[in-house]
């Protein structure tokens, strides 16, 4: 159990979820997934690694009678997601378990959507963080294959996988995906004019066909540096932070 937490508003308040003090906290990452998964009323969603539940409640909010269920690894992690989806009114299943090792009755279901926001840092060649908290949410410890392999076994046919991850990981993300799911899709996210995307969503679809699109990048920030404390997103990004709006792929 974690005893010191904040509790933070997401949307413009919209959504008010607890996170631990220390340790690993939610930031726009996940905000953005939600916004991108074309998930529609009476579909199933399931998230790996789920942690607070933050981008599984972000949905919910935008995409009301949407069937929730979120996995996550560590329990104290797990229990305020129990606690968040209580307090905010959300319906969702959160099961603690370890996403290689899922337990049997989950194993048979089959999701319309799965999503994740996996570790972003090979710890090969990166240092460990202190808290072991944000240390298993943003260390990895499963090998990104496996979270792949794990989302494409749980997607019913024409289901949506949707990742969030660093621009540097597309290339093993293209690999394991393209060797289970068809139509394939990245959306570079671009911090500032100028600079690389630092982040990429990548989707995909169960028996998907349609030819690989690699989409322009969404701006992030106005400006070319941060000058000032006063916030910089662009339009686009603000109303998907701020107020719910979907992050749409091009069509």
């Given at each position: 159990?974690?005893?010191?937490?904040?509790?933070?508003?997401?949307?413009?308040?919209?959504?008010?979820?607890?996170?631990?003090?220390?340790?690993?906290?939610?930031?726009?990452?996940?905000?953005?997934?939600?916004?991108?998964?074309?998930?529609?009323?009476?579909?199933?969603?399931?998230?790996?690694?789920?942690?607070?539940?933050?981008?599984?409640?972000?949905?919910?909010?935008?995409?009301?009678?949407?069937?929730?269920?979120?996995?996550?690894?560590?329990?104290?992690?797990?229990?305020?997601?129990?606690q968040n989806?209580?307090?905010?009114?959300?319906?969702?299943?959160?099961?603690?378990?370890?996403?290689?090792?899922?337990?049997?009755?989950?194993?048979?279901?089959?999701?319309?959507?799965?999503?994740?926001?996996?570790?972003?840092?090979?710890?090969?060649?990166?240092?460990?963080?202190?808290?072991?908290?944000?240390?298993?949410?943003?260390?990895?410890?499963?090998?990104?294959?496996?979270?792949?392999?794990?989302?494409?076994?749980?997607l019913a046919?024409?289901?949506?996988?949707?990742?969030?991850?660093?621009?540097?990981?597309?290339?093993?993300?293209?690999?394991?995906?393209?060797?289970?799911?068809?139509?394939?899709?990245?959306?570079?996210?671009?911090?500032?004019?100028?600079?690389?995307?630092?982040?990429?969503?990548?989707?995909?679809?169960?028996?998907?066909?349609?030819?690989?699109?690699?989409h322009a990048?969404?701006?992030?920030?106005?400006?070319?540096?941060?000058?000032?404390?006063?916030?910089?997103?662009?339009?686009?990004?603000?109303?998907?932070?701020?107020?719910?709006?979907?992050?749409?792929?091009?069509?």
């Open positions: 159990m974690i005893h010191n937490t904040t509790k933070n508003d997401f949307l413009g308040g919209r959504l008010s979820l607890r996170q631990p003090t220390d340790g690993y906290r939610a930031g726009v990452d996940p905000v953005l997934l939600a916004a991108s998964v074309p998930a529609k009323s009476g579909q199933s969603v399931l998230e790996l690694g789920c942690g607070v539940g933050t981008a599984l409640f972000c949905l919910s909010v935008r995409v009301t009678g949407v069937d929730l269920t979120g996995v996550e690894m560590q329990p104290a992690y797990a229990e305020l997601a129990v989806a209580r307090d905010n009114g959300i319906d969702a299943t959160i099961v603690q378990a370890d996403l290689a090792h899922l337990p049997d009755d989950l194993r048979q279901k089959r999701f319309d959507h799965v999503i994740a926001n996996p570790p972003y840092f090979d710890r090969d060649s990166s240092t460990a963080a202190r808290d072991a908290g944000r240390e298993v949410a943003m260390g990895e410890d499963t090998a990104l294959d496996t979270w792949i392999d794990v989302a494409s076994r749980r046919p024409k289901g949506y996988a949707s990742f969030i991850h660093r621009a540097e990981r597309l290339p093993d993300l293209l690999s394991g995906i393209s060797r289970r799911l068809g139509s394939l899709q990245v959306l570079p996210l671009q911090p500032r004019i100028g600079r690389d995307p630092g982040l990429v969503i990548v989707r995909a679809r169960k028996g998907g066909r349609a030819a690989f699109r690699l990048p969404v701006l992030m920030h106005d400006g070319l540096t941060h000058d000032s404390d006063k916030e910089s997103y662009t339009p686009r990004i603000r109303a998907v932070l701020r107020h719910g709006s979907p992050l749409d792929f091009p069509r």
